[in-house]
């Protein structure tokens, strides 16, 4: 009888999926050769992945995180396939003893080049980038002897000009006790807000700053949500809610409500992009769906009214208000997933959404695979389902996708990050629609920058964020799909510092590098530190 629960909801009964062929991008496998290998017994579900620009050529490396007893790897596109090329970026050995389980990629040092940060059982590391090789420095991090690091992100949260970390944690599978507890307040991790002491050494002020909690996180995510310059915070609770912090400005956080405020649901990956081109930070949560039977997932909820196994897009209405528009968007009534990102695949202005899915850890998925969702979003606003038309199926046990211009083509290409099995990457084969990309790099200026094209009849913004999807980091390099559009009015960048670049008239169908403007607009404090 339950069978049916461990397969796909039927969608097609309940929404319209259709979508005119030409709006469906359409992809090509190619070669990519790691297999992560998951520790059941002592690692927690997740694989973490990152898209680094290594060498500064605006094409993407691919760092994966190993396993227990596996090794991290980054993997370059050469030639139509993927080589791994960690012996050549002087990758450090991690050994056998810890699993690598989140990572995201940002220049710390501000030499130019991206570094890499990454977290394990027995904390923080960051591997310094220096013009293509990497050394390492183990961070002391300040977390409980019940924490295990999961998701990372970072930004510069007080605007003095170095790099501050939202550490996300998630209890150690030996303190475990089920995966359907919500109203034991006490059972759980408690994640870190770790200020930099400007010499990338960092000190806990998550009590200070209001952000003391115990509860399962699996990640969270730094953006401005109600444009006043200053680096807000997301969080996903696993079995729990989704927190949206307000940062005041002086170290200090308050949370407002949102849809998930003292509800329940599964809310594990976290897409962030403006769906609807309104120019404010929309999100989208994965959550259980229709695979798992409600009287198995809603666990010790006492209220079950409270409780959702939707999945869940936040519009963002401004001034910290949100409406759960998924049911709108046609989006609610999938199936168990995780990781989830938004990009525009076919360059016609609308934000995609890519959904991973399959539970490594989840018995039936392992007979009853679900092909992780690749959904086009139409004109109307609504999204519909092509990852078998697009040639995206994914039958492992996915964590995230990985979206990036490998080929520069000017079309996004995509890799499917998967647990226990092999990953996926595919080539995109584009189409004839125009687009703009923007290279800002990655120092600490842009992390959290708010960008914005203007054509003559639209405007589209992209944010640079750390942690979207499930303990990965997507690509630094900011994609803006035109459409039919032949001409863009203006550029402007909103750094975190609060400076702006603006750049009008610039060339479409190219890549514009904003670097050396960066630079330009450092802060008089991170000026005077860099001199000190």
């Known amino acids: 009888m339950l069978v049916g629960f461990f397969w796909r909801d039927s969608v097609s009964d309940k929404y319209d999926i259709t979508i005119a062929e030409n709006e469906i991008p359409k992809f090509t496998s190619i070669p990519l050769d790691f297999v992560h290998q998951y520790n059941g017994k002592k690692s927690l579900p997740i694989a973490p992945s990152a898209l680094i620009d290594i060498n500064n050529d605006n094409i993407d490396e691919v760092f994966f995180g190993g396993g227990m007893e596996q090794e991290d790897a980054i993997f370059a596109y050469r030639n139509n396939e993927f080589v791994d090329i960690s012996s050549e970026v002087n990758l450090p050995k991690k050994g056998t003893t810890t699993t690598t389980v989140g990572v995201v990629s940002a220049d710390f040092d501000n030499n130019g080049f991206t570094d890499i940060i990454l977290g394990r059982e027995d904390g923080l590391h960051i591997y310094y980038n220096s013009n293509g090789t990497f050394t390492e420095t183990i961070i002391d991090t300040p977390i409980n002897e019940k924490s295990n690091p999961a998701g990372i992100t970072v930004s510069d949260i007080d605007k003095d000009g170095d790099l501050d970390i939202f550490l996300a944690t998630y209890l150690k599978k030996e303190f475990m006790e089920g995966q359907n507890i919500f109203e034991d307040y006490n059972y759980g991790s408690t994640s870190e807000l770790l200020l930099n002491n400007g010499d990338n050494t960092f000190k806990s002020i998550t ?297 009008d008239n610039p060339k479409i169908n190219t890549i514009i590098n904003l670097k050396a403007e960066v630079e330009k607009q450092k802060s008089t404090l991170q000026t005077l530190k860099e001199e000190l």
């Open 207 to 503: 009590k200070s700053a209001g952000l003391e909690y115990v509860h399962n996180t699996f990640q969270g995510v730094f953006v401005d949500i109600d444009d006043d310059s200053w680096q807000d915070l997301v969080v996903v609770h696993d079995t729990g809610e989704v927190r949206t912090y307000k940062n005041n400005g002086d170290l200090t956080f308050t949370m407002k409500a949102n849809p998930l405020t003292k509800k329940f649901a599964y809310p594990m990956g976290l897409a962030v992009g403006d769906y609807n081109n309104d120019g404010l930070v929309d999100f989208m949560f994965s959550n259980t769906g229709s695979t798992l039977p409600n009287m198995i997932a809603q666990g010790d909820i006492k209220d079950t009214s409270l409780f959702t196994d939707k999945w869940m897009l936040f519009e963002n209405e401004g001034d910290f208000k949100f409406t759960d528009v998924a049911e709108k968007a046609k989006i609610a009534d999938y199936e168990f997933a995780w990781g989830c990102t938004f990009a525009d695949l076919n360059n016609d202005g609308l934000q995609d959404l890519m959904v991973a899915e399959n539970y490594v850890d989840f018995p039936p998925s392992k007979l009853f695979k679900l092909p992780s969702r690749v959904l086009i979003q139409k004109e109307n606003g609504t999204f519909a389902p092509t990852e078998e038309a697009s040639g995206l199926t994914n039958p492992h046990f996915a964590i995230t996708s990985l979206v990036s211009d490998f080929n520069q083509d000017g079309y996004l290409d995509m890799i499917w990050v998967n647990i226990d099995t092999p990953a996926l990457a595919y080539i995109n084969k584009g189409g004839t629609n125009n687009y703009l990309q923007v290279d800002l790099g990655e120092s600490v200026n842009v992390q959290g920058a708010k960008v914005t094209v203007t054509t003559p009849t639209k405007t589209l913004t992209e944010w640079l964020v750390t942690g979207e999807g499930l303990a990965s980091d997507q690509t630094a390099l900011l994609q803006f799909g035109l459409g039919k559009e032949s001409r863009v009015l203006n550029i402007k960048v909103w750094l975190a510092n609060d400076n702006e670049i603006s750049i």
